[in-house]
């Protein structure tokens, strides 16, 4: 199947920075990028949906000044987290889908701890 | 927008016994179903599918089942093993938006040997 990487795979930072993570589709064109948060215990919420070249479309309730999305190729899309606070810590996943695939690629996920 | 509902939320098996998980969704739009498992602090692994012109789908010792009618999925794992033990995703594929999966809330599998 298809691969996609994110980097880091785990982060620490202090309150009040921010924070950057990379989702990279390593053999495939991803032309539709989702960005997942996922709490302890809970299941996945999608946060956002970016395709290249084009502004992210938030999910209701998902400061989009506070999450930067940039998709600006086919194989890089990346979350910035500005102005991290503690209840932003979380496990942050991103996927990738090949134009009108069905299937979603996930990445191995980024756990983000602010302290 | 869709809504995807699962249960149980916690499911405990004898190894060997069988175990089955339930989903149901909101959208008639919705056609296709994956499930996913996800072990502890890594990326949801797809372990079948089903789209929505199919009733079933097996392999090996996991079936998947559709009713679109009733507009519910379910999972089917048998000959359960203690590496089976991880937490269940149904998801549905919702057409009407940007290609967008809904997550159900997610059952923890123990297999008990």
């Known amino acids: 199947g298809a691969v996609v990487s994110q980097h880091p795979s785990w982060v620490i930072c202090k309150s009040g920075t921010s924070v950057k993570i990379e989702c990279r589709s390593l053999d495939f064109q991803a032309t539709t990028m989702f960005w997942y948060r996922q709490f302890p215990k809970q299941s996945l919420m999608l946060m956002a949906t970016?395709?290249?070249?084009?502004?992210?479309?938030?999910e209701q309730g998902v400061e989009k000044d506070k999450f930067l999305i940039n998709h600006a190729s086919l194989t890089l899309s990346t979350l910035t987290v500005t102005s991290a606070h503690p209840e932003d810590s979380s496990f942050y996943i991103c996927?990738?889908?090949?134009?009108?695939?069905?299937?979603?690629?996930f990445g191995p996920g980024t756990r983000l701890t602010v302290t | 927008g869709e809504n995807v509902e699962q249960h149980p939320s916690t499911l405990s098996v004898q190894e060997g016994d069988s175990a089955v998980i339930k989903c149901t969704y909101s959208?008639?739009?919705?056609?296709?179903f994956p499930w996913y498992k996800q072990e502890l602090g890594k990326r949801p692994q797809l372990i079948i599918d089903i789209r929505s012109n199919v009733g079933e789908k097996k392999d090996q010792r996991i079936a998947v089942t559709l009713n679109k009618t009733a507009k519910h999925f379910s999972l089917h794992i048998t000959e359960t093993q203690p590496e089976d033990s991880a937490v269940y995703f149904c998801a549905a594929f919702y057409s009407g938006s940007a290609r967008q999966l809904t997550f159900g809330s997610g059952t923890q599998l123990t297999v008990l040997p």
């Open positions: 959208d008639s739009a919705s056609n296709y």
């Open positions: 996927s990738g889908v090949q134009g009108a695939s069905y299937e979603q690629y």
């Open positions: 970016s395709n290249e070249g084009s502004k992210a479309t938030y």
